[in-house]
């Protein structure tokens, strides 16, 4: 990464991509000689699947390009969506998941000691996040929250309220994660496009990075 020019590292962030939002933060970031943060999350519902090396092969793009990278393991997340899994198990897949997607990246050539695995839960209990959710809770309609989930969150005729949290939960990570830059697929976009609106009424910023699933 040393040796890359500036348009390097940007053009081989963007590689791949279908989409890029608010790209010019990253473009600031680096032209300060900066590293972009960024976090790509999954929840912990299921079983890691091969569709897991699509998104791993974009990491190890964004690790060349400098970037430094955070694996968000969303737990709780995976609990608020329709009750796929019990909480209790939900905290049991965790460490199956860091072991599996570690294993998946070092599979691609990623560097996994560049990488930072967080547990959604390790911040997402805290006073001012939870004060953030209210606030941002307060601000959105259940239409929006509902569209903005629409790809990500199982849908049925009576959805339980956790459904709605789901993406509030997802906007706000980016923040309290420290990072730049949201990493997902395009089936995010709903939630990218909404957030663009949502985190401004908080004074945060935000950026993403689409690719396709």
Request: aromatic residues 10%; proline residues 5%; neutral net charge.
């Amino acid at each position: 990464m040393a040796s890359m020019e500036p348009s390097e590292r940007l053009a081989l962030i963007q590689e791949n991509l279908a989409e890029v939002l608010n790209f010019e933060v990253v473009e600031k970031i680096i032209a300060e000689g900066n590293n972009p943060k960024i976090y790509w999350g999954t929840a912990t519902t299921g079983r890691p699947h091969c569709a897991y090396f699509v998104p791993a092969v974009k990491m190890a793009q964004l690790l060349a390009a400098g970037c430094e990278l955070t694996v968000l393991l969303a737990n709780i997340h995976s609990f608020l969506d329709n009750l796929k899994a019990p909480i209790e198990l939900v905290e049991r897949r965790v460490e199956f998941y860091r072991y599996t997607i570690t294993a998946i990246l070092r599979a691609v050539g990623v560097s996994t000691e560049k990488l930072k695995f967080v547990l959604g839960s390790s911040y997402q209990r805290s006073p001012q996040y939870i004060l953030d959710m209210y606030r941002l809770s307060s601000l959105i309609s259940e239409h929006d929250a509902k569209r903005a989930g629409a790809e990500i969150v199982k849908q049925t005729n009576n959805a339980p309220l956790s459904g709605l949290l789901y993406p509030v939960l997802q906007v706000l990570d980016e923040q309290y994660l420290d990072v730049d830059v949201q990493f997902g697929g395009l089936d995010q976009r709903k939630l990218f496009i909404a957030a663009k609106e949502w985190l401004p009424k908080l004074g945060y910023k935000q950026v993403f990075l689409s690719q396709p699933v």
